[in-house]
């Protein structure tokens, strides 16, 4: 139990145009929703929390205009990066849980942006 | 503001050595620690997680044990196979999960 799938799990844009990656929880409903970033050989930062419903928590440095996050569902949040640029590559990981205590995470999402 | 570390940032054994991987955080006040292991280009799988009242937890050849009032916590790895290769990080919640850089581990056969 408790799988976490992201959708997709590689992806390359241009710069400029936006991108959508999907976090789903398959067998159980997350209230709560988390999407990290995380650079080669660093550690996972949280840039914000979603709660079904309501609007997202960024966290102090991320921007809410380029990251919009939306957690429409108990299953579903969805993060966008809009005008994307090159230094927005990175590697995404959601994490889902019905509190903050215990997640269960994603395998990730490699966004490139040439 | 809570800090975590792992040291060391890299680790290579032989296979059958045990495994003794460290991490560190700043701010004692947490519910809870968890070790996760990372595959290259893939997400988290969780090992172990520790609650704040708990010491240590097992499974299988891994052991975590937990020093709160240190600020500590060791992840012991026994009889180490070239399948347990990977990053292993450590994350601490105390309102919000705060991770290590990780330790990367190489078991040479």
């Known amino acids: 139990g408790a799988v976490v799938s992201q959708h997709p799990s590689r992806v390359i844009c241009k710069s400029g145009t936006s991108v959508k990656i999907e976090c789903r929880s398959l067998?159980?409903?997350?209230?709560?929703m988390f999407w990290y970033r995380q650079f080669p050989k660093q550690s996972l930062m949280l840039m914000a929390t979603?709660?079904?419903?309501?609007?997202?928590?960024?966290e102090q440095g991320v921007e809410k205009d380029k990251f919009l996050i939306n957690h429409a569902s108990l299953t579903l949040s969805t993060l966008t990066v809009t005008s994307a640029h090159p230094e927005d590559s990175s590697f995404y990981i959601c994490?889902?849980?019905?509190?903050?205590?215990?997640?269960?995470f994603g395998p990730g999402t490699r966004l490139t942006v040439t | 503001k809570q800090e975590v570390t792992q040291i060391p940032a890299a680790l290579s054994v032989p296979e059958g050595e045990n495994l003794v991987l460290n991490c560190s955080f700043t701010?004692?006040?947490?519910?809870?620690l968890q070790w996760f292991r990372q595959d290259p280009g893939k997400g988290l799988t969780s090992l172990l997680l520790?609650?704040?009242?708990?010491r240590e937890q097992t499974s299988g050849r891994l052991n975590a044990s937990l020093d709160k009032s240190s600020g500590r916590s060791t992840l012991y790895i026994a009889a180490s196979q070239p399948g347990d290769s990977a990053t292993y990080l450590c994350?601490?919640?105390?309102?919000?999960?705060?991770f290590g850089a990780g330790t990367q581990v190489v078991v040479t056969p």
């Open positions: 994490s889902a849980g019905t509190d903050a205590y215990e997640q269960y």
């Open positions: 979603s709660n079904e419903g309501s609007k997202a928590t960024y």
């Open positions: 701010d004692s006040a947490i519910y809870n």
């Open positions: 994350a601490v919640f105390g309102g919000k999960l705060q």
């Open positions: 067998d159980f409903q997350a209230t709560t």
């Open positions: 520790i609650q704040s009242s708990q």
